[in-house]
C-alpha cells in the first residue's frame, strides 16, 4: 500500500524543512517511494468515473420517455436542464462544504443523493417526478460531485504538476462516459430505461466505501506536504459559514473583469457540449437513420478521444499562456460543430469519425486553464470562484439542453441550434484574448 510515503524532497537537499509550530511534523524521508497524493489522485480518478454514470444516460432517455409517457422533448430537456443547473449553480457551495466538512463526507453523501434520485426514477408516473428526482436530486449530488471536487483535490494535494493532475482528473468523467454510455445504451435498447436507472444508482452507491476509506481530506491528515511543496503546511481549521463564504467570493470576484469573462466562456463551453452534444447527439442521429447504440458508441469514442485532449492540455497548461489555449480550443470546437449538420447520416463514415476525434480531443481541454486563470487572478479563493465558473457552465448547458428539445419540436430538425453554437464559440474564442494576465503577487498567492 502506498500510504506511508514521504514529500518531495526540498530545494536543500541537506535539510528537511522544519513544520510551523504547534503542527504535526511531515512523515520521514522514503526515497524511492510515491507520493501519497498520487494515491489520494488516482481515488479521485476512480470516484469521478463511477460517478459519471448519471452524466451518461439523459441523452439515451429522450427517445425512450418520449415514446412511453408521450411527453414532448422539450418536457424532457427541461428536467435534463434542471439537472445542468442544479449540478452547476451547487458546486461552489459544495467547494465551501469541502472546506468546513471535509470532502469525503460531501463526496459521499453527494453519491448517496445521486444513488437516490437514480432509483426512485424507476417508479415515476408524471413529468414533475423526472423533474424532481433525476433534476433536482440527482442535480444537486451530482454538483457536490462536479469539477469543483477536481480543483479542491489538485489546489490541496499538489503544488507541482497541478495542470497535469487537473487534466486528468478532468478526464476522469470522459473515462466514465466511455465506461458506461456503451453498457447503458444497450440496456435501453435491449430491456428499457428502468435498468439503466438501477445501474447508475448502484454504480454511485459501490464507489462510496472506496470514497470513505482511501480519501484523504488533507496532506497534514498524513503527515506530509503537498507534492512538490518546498516545506510542511499544517490543515487549516475548518472554515464555517460555507453558504456564506461562497456568496461573499462570488460578490468579490463579480467585482472584477476575469470573472464575468471566465464565467461568459464556461457559459458557451457548456452550452456546446453538456447541454448540445451530451444531451441532443444521439437523438439528432437517431432522426438521420442512426441507430441508438451507434450514436451512443461515438458518444463514447467522444470520451475516448477527450481524456486525450484533456491530460493533453493540462501538460499545455503547465506550459504555454492559459488564455490563448482557451482562444485556440473555442476556436476550433466552433468550427467542427458547423459542420456537424452536414456530416449526421444512418450510417458511421469516415467524416463523421474525424470529426469525433477532432471534438472528443477538445471536449473539455477547455477546463485545466480556466482553472489555471481561477487560480492566478483569486489565489486562495480559487476553488470557490471556479464553482461559480462552472455554475455558469451549467447555465449554459441547461439554457441549451431545453433550447435545443424545444427546437427538434418546433423546427423537427436540430441543424439550428448546432449552427448556433458554432458561432457562440467563435465570441467565446474571442472573450479568452480579452482576459488579462494575473499580477505576478496574485499567481503566487495561489500557490
Known sequence: MLADVTHVTPVNPQAEPSP???????????????????????????????????ASLPGLLIEPLHGEFAWSRGTIGFAVSVNLALYGLTAPFAAALMDRFGIRRVVSVALSVIAAGA??????????????????LVGLGSGSMALAFA??????????????????????????QLVFLPLLSWLVETHGWRPAAVTVALTALAVVPLVWLLLRDHPADVGLAPYGAAEFTPKPAPVPGAARRALSVLFSAARTGPFWLLAGT????????????????????????????????????????????????GWFTDRFEARRLLAVYYALRGLSLLFLPMLLAPAVHP????????????WVATVPPTIALCREHYGADSVIVFGWVLASHQVGAAVVAFVGGLTRDLFGTYDVIWYASGALCAVAALMALVIRRGRPAEAAAAG
Open 151 to 176: 480543483a479542491t483535490v489538485t489546489n490541496r494535494w499538489f503544488v507541482a504538476r497541478r495542470g497535469l493532475v487537473t487534466g486528468i482528473l478532468t478526464a476522469a468523467g470522459a473515462s466514465g
Open 266 to 313: 464556461f457559459a458557451i463551453c457548456g452550452a456546446s457540449t453538456n447541454g448540445l452534444v451530451k444531451t441532443h447527439f444521439v437523438p439528432a442521429a437517431h432522426d438521420h437513420g442512426m441507430p441508438v447504440t451507434a450514436a451512443a458508441s461515438l458518444l463514447a469514442v467522444i470520451g475516448v478521444f477527450d481524456v486525450v485532449g484533456t491530460v493533453a492540455s
Open 351 to 362: 467524416p463523421m469519425v474525424f470529426f469525433i476525434v477532432f471534438y472528443g480531443l477538445d
Open 20 to 54: 510551523k509550530r504547534g503542527a504535526p511534523g511531515p512523515a520521514p524521508r522514503a526515497p524511492g517511494r510515491i507520493h501519497r497524493a498520487w494515491l489520494v489522485a488516482a481515488v479521485s480518478f476512480v470516484t469521478i468515473v463511477g460517478a459519471a454514470a448519471f
Open 119 to 136: 432509483l426512485l426514477t424507476v417508479g415515476m408516473t408524471t413529468a414533475w417526478q423526472l423533474v424532481l428526482y433525476w433534476g433536482v
